[in-house]
């Protein structure tokens, strides 16, 4: 294992107990200890603004590049959205999409879960809706709900960095979309990840390829796909997490994924393009386990121009 030649250690977190469907309890952690790195001549080229890979199998840093600079997340917001609600909800609480919530993703050219005024849906399926084709109307809807609005969700959402020892990170709104004093880092992302990952609902959500709802009385039909193509390539184990793009983030990615007995979680922040931070996610993941490099060169994929 490549892995070997870093030495850092990466900073451990609480595992969560059991989780069932109703609401989890919050539960602090210890703060992060500042990470040491070992700079080695093979490790491979990132273009993104700043990265960080650990294996947390061996509870070792095995990559980083500006970890600790302070960046635009984008979407990777709703990985903490998330994580609050999971702490303030039940899994069958029932949510009506309300017009502002629609309205909310349209009028700020954000991606959406494709969700209606007047259906109600599950807290459950909102986090499918929220994670997978990363839903601005989602976010807007359990904020609103779980703040109650969103500003008091969004003291939740910092309350909680603060309490995970996230000292790098501000959230402005649940969803990502582009706002004066949002940031976090690479480091912070990945720590959150490891936190989420223990939480069996998100974990189980957030490695889905796709989601369907069937049509009730209460709402219609639903086809959520996932925006993380890094879960298409079954031979790197991927089993999350998160996309996220705006033109002032640039391409963001948080993910996660089993290699030879050995979880890796990984962060990537301001890449220059989708197919490039596919490449660089694949690429860190063939380095850290010691392989050949397979990443390469991917074809380009049709670029949404909604934010996500």
Known sequence: M??????????????????????????????????????????????????????????????????????????????????????EASLDDVIKITAADVKHAVANGATSGGLRAGERLTVRELLYALMLPSGADAAHALAERYGPGTSRFVAKMNAAAAKLGLAGTRYVNPDGLPAKGA????????ALARVVLD???????????????VASKIHRAHVWRNTNTLLSYGSYGAIGLKTGYTAAAGFCLTFAAVRDEHTYVGVILGETSEARRLATARKLLDWAAGEPESGGAVPAAPVSARRR
């Open 199 to 213: 939480d069996p609902v998100i974990a189980v959500v957030a490695k889905a390829r796709t989601h369907k709802v």
């Open 2 to 87: 490549r892995i070997g030649l870093i030495t850092a250690l990466s900073a451990a977190f609480l595992a969560f107990g059991s989780v069932g469907t109703t609401a989890v309890a919050d539960t602090a952690t210890s703060p992060i200890p500042a990470a040491r790195a070992v700079t080695t001549q093979d490790a491979p080229q990132v273009t993104a603004r700043a990265a960080y890979l650990v294996d947390t199998t061996a509870d070792q840093v095995a990559f980083t590049k500006r970890d600790t600079r302070r960046l635009p997340v984008a979407s990777l917001t709703k990985v903490m959205t998330a994580y609050v609600v999971r702490r």
């Open 183 to 190: 940031y976090s880092t690479a480091r912070d992302q990945v």
